[in-house]
């Protein structure tokens, strides 16, 4: 007789679950041997709290003390201040700078190094005499007498304004009657024309010691202050492949000697007034650009021999830093060698704003070929905008401060330029002498300064010893592991030899005491 429903008897029949039955609480029995070792290790405790050396411990532990509270308090306030010093610790440690830079014992010999680029920019920007010649030739080429001559020279004076971005006087048309006349529109072209040139202004050069034509040294090239005669700059493309030149000794006689002479007579539109000449110190390979780090300009007067005595500081990067992003780094890497991002950032930053405010681009700025190069006929929008094309916007902790307020308000935000984090920066200690060209004055009337007139000035560049270059190393400013190494000294310098004593005591009692009540229990 079957008994269970053959379609069901393969199946596993489950007991209903008592949910009636109430649950059943410390029905567990521990064996003799978790017994054994809890009783154990429970007495070893015991005997710590009651022999522990610290001060403190044993009242906070006796529930019976009156003084068991203030105890407890105690150590409750100790472990809440040391979580909060830890904190704080590492607050601090994540808001310092991230990068730190450290110099090194090593030295860079100045035979190893090239020697800095050197831009001597006059503050005349258009010379009297090119512009009388220039003009000249315009009248001559014009069959029809569209413009005079004093009308000529006062268009072509308008375009010194380009540089200082003042509002000069300019007929519109006269750069149709350029057009037309000259076939000439190029505005690079017109100031090269008008500007001084090299020949005219470099009376004697030396290099190493020995007399060298000008012309072999020094090209006009045009930079952020107009065209300038410049020597060993590799930033033109007719200049890249030049080498670098170096110097091989110390010492005046054996680097580069100059004489400049400015003609007062010769001027026609300046810069600014001022009775010197600029030389700037750069590396060959950037755009000498003055907005940017690592250019630096120098005034040296009429009638005087100036001494620039070179240092420069070559700073490289930790391959660790090449693993973190730009953001984190707050510079930025070079991909090509030494060549500078930073000004590259900085011109395409200046040729942006000027292109929205004045839809073109000034020559000083090395527009690219598609780029409407400014004219006098922009000379009013570049004159109405002078101070936003002149300053940067502040960024970072200092930005709000008063002193800054004129950035704030008018300058151009360039927040997306980094600095480069490595490149050679060169400076100078500058000093000089006035001398008087007087037939009686013999002092400095030696080889190189027979025969120079008056506004002369003598420039002299040069390393005076092998010991002044110094070599940084750009790293983090703290690893993770110097983070934790750093807090754990702060909680070492806190409780001190207390920790080491707690140790030991806390070992002891852990292992032989333990093992003692083990055996008794």
């Known amino acids: 007789m079957r008994t269970v429903d053959p379609e069901l008897w393969f199946k596993r029949i489950k007991k ?9 609480f410390n029905s567990y029995q521990a064996s003799n041997f978790e017994i054994r070792l809890r009783t154990s290790f429970s007495k ?16 906070a532990i006796h529930t ?21 010093i830890t904190l704080l610790n590492i607050y601090k440690f994540r808001h310092e700078p991230p990068l ?23 503050y005349n920007i258009i ?21 005079t001559l004093s009308q000529i020279e006062a268009n072509l004076l308008a375009f010194g304004g380009l540089l200082t971005k003042s509002l000069e006087p300019f007929d519109l048309p006269f750069m149709k009657f350029l057009s037309d006349v000259d076939h000439e529109t190029n505005i690079t072209n017109i100031m090269l024309k008008l500007s001084p040139t090299c020949e005219s202004r470099l009376e004697k050069c030396s290099w190493k010691a020995k007399p060298v034509p000008c012309h072999l040294l020094f090209a006009t090239r045009i930079t952020g202050s107009g065209f300038c005669c410049v020597m060993n700059a590799r930033y033109s493309p007719e ?35 001022c009775h010197d000449v600029e030389v700037t110190l750069f590396d060959g390979m950037q755009y ?11 005034p040296a007067r009429f009638n005087s021999s100036v001494y620039l005595k070179l240092h420069f500081e070559s700073q490289y990067i930790s391959r660790q830093l090449m693993y973190h992003s730009e953001a984190w780094r707050g510079c930025r890497v070079s991909d090509h060698g030494w060549t500078r991002n930073e000004v590259a950032c ?33 000379l009013g929008c570049l004159n109405k905008h002078k101070n936003k094309l002149t300053y940067f916007k502040p960024t970072g902790h200092g930005a709000n401060h008063v002193s800054l307020e004129k950035e704030r308000s008018d300058g151009v935000l360039c927040s997306q330029c980094q600095p480069d984090c490595t490149g050679l920066v060169y400076f100078a200690e500058s000093s000089h002498v006035h001398y008087n060209i007087a037939p009686m004055d013999k002092i400095f009337l030696n080889k190189l300064l027979h025969g120079i007139n008056r506004n002369s000035t003598v420039i002299r560049i040069f390393y005076a010893s092998e010991e002044n270059q110094i070599f940084y190393l750009l790293e983090t400013n703290l690893r993770f592991f110097e983070d934790i190494a750093l807090m754990g000294s702060h909680w070492i310098l806190l409780s001190g030899g207390s920790i080491l004593i707690v140790t030991f005591e806390v070992i002891y009692h852990c292992t032989i005491r333990w093992r003692h009540h083990h055996r008794r229990t």
């Open 16 to 24: 209903p679950s008592r949910m009636k039955e109430r649950l059943q």
């Open 44 to 59: 070893a405790m015991k005997d710590l709290a009651r022999n522990l050396s610290l001060s403190g411990v044993r009242p």
């Open 64 to 84: 019976k003390m009156p003084i068991r509270s203030i105890f407890v308090s105690l150590i409750m306030l100790g472990v809440f201040s040391g979580v909060l």
């Open 100 to 122: 730190l830079v450290n110099q090194q014992p090593m030295q860079h010999p100045q035979q190893h190094v090239e020697f800095p680029a050197v831009a001597l920019c006059s």
């Open 127 to 147: 010379s009297k005499r090119a512009l009388h010649n220039y003009a000249r030739r315009l009248v001559s080429l014009d069959k029809n007498g569209t413009f």
């Open 239 to 273: 200049d890249k492949k030049r080498e670098a030149k170096k110097v091989n000794f110390v010492g005046e006689d054996h680097s580069l000697i100059v004489a400049v002479k400015e003609d007062i007579e010769d001027v026609a539109f300046v810069r600014r007034p």
């Open 288 to 298: 000498p650009l003055t907005e940017v780090s690592g250019v630096h300009s120098y």
């Open 346 to 378: 900085i011109l395409q930053c200046r040729r942006n704003a000027t292109l929205a405010l004045c839809s073109c681009v000034p020559y000083t700025l090395q527009p690219e070929p598609h780029h409407k190069v400014c004219s006098p006929e922009h």
